[in-house]
Antibody, heavy 120, light 109 residues
């Protein structure tokens, strides 16, 4: 079935980097955008970035410019998100999600989420 | 940048009642690129409505979306026990950024 499976939980110290993975299966990987969205504890959803796996182009939210990098590997149908210079307010659950052109790019499939804790 | 404001923050209703959730945008939402998601504790969001009023595959018809311009509504006609959750609206489309509202918590009265 169509799914996105994310890597496991991470605990990092302030100033460190974290790299998360999101493996897609059950659909044509290069035909759909993949986005990253995060959710701080008890808070709402924050869009972070978009990857076009077909041509490798990305778009980032302004608030993450310079410390966020999203890449993809078509051979393994995996999208990666690396966030640098971590701060305590980066503690959140990070989701990858698919933008489906059948729904005019609304986000129809979501990964299970990866919890990232940033603490000294 | 688009700001989406949802109201109320919390809605307390009983099963069988009708729920009306509001999402107001700070700018006109072009081409009705407005979606609604449902999120239960410990789960990722689930797409309910896209293009302001179209139900995603498998979504029960008690869920409906309406509105245009800058004012949008999600209506749940008769609440089932499994409908109590947090609901988010979102502006999406071809051009980022993609903005979410702050959410409405629908709780059992």
């Amino acid at each position: 079935q169509v799914q996105l499976v994310q890597s496991g939980a991470e605990v990092k110290k302030p100033g460190a980097s974290v790299k998360l993975s999101c493996k897609a299966s059950g659909y044509i990987f290069t035909s759909y955008y993949v986005h990253w969205v995060r959710q701080a504890p008890g808070q709402g959803l924050e869009w972070m970035a978009r990857m076009n796996p077909s041509i490798g182009t990305t778009a980032y939210a302004q608030s993450f410019q310079g410390r966020l990098s999203v890449t993809s590997d078509t051979s393994t149908t995996t999208v990666y998100m690396e966030l640098n210079s971590l701060r305590s307010d980066d503690t959140a659950v990070y989701f990858c999600t698919r933008g489906n052109w059948n729904y005019r790019d609304a986000f129809d499939i979501w990964g299970q989420g990866t919890k990232v804790a940033v603490s000294s | 940048e688009m700001v989406l404001t949802q109201s109320p923050g919390t809605l307390s209703l009983s099963p069988g009642e009708r729920a009306t959730l509001s999402c107001r945008a700070s700018q006109i939402v072009s081409s009705s690129y407005l979606a609604w998601y449902q999120q239960k504790p410990g789960q990722p969001p689930r797409l309910l409505i896209y293009d302001a009023s179209s139900r995603a595959t498998g979504i029960p018809d008690r869920f409906s979306g309406s509105g245009s311009g800058a004012d949008f509504t999600l209506t749940i006609s008769r609440l089932e026990p499994e409908d109590f959750a947090v609901y988010f609206c979102q502006h999406y489309g071809r051009s980022p950024p993609y903005t979410f509202g702050q959410g409405t918590k629908l709780e059992i009265k």
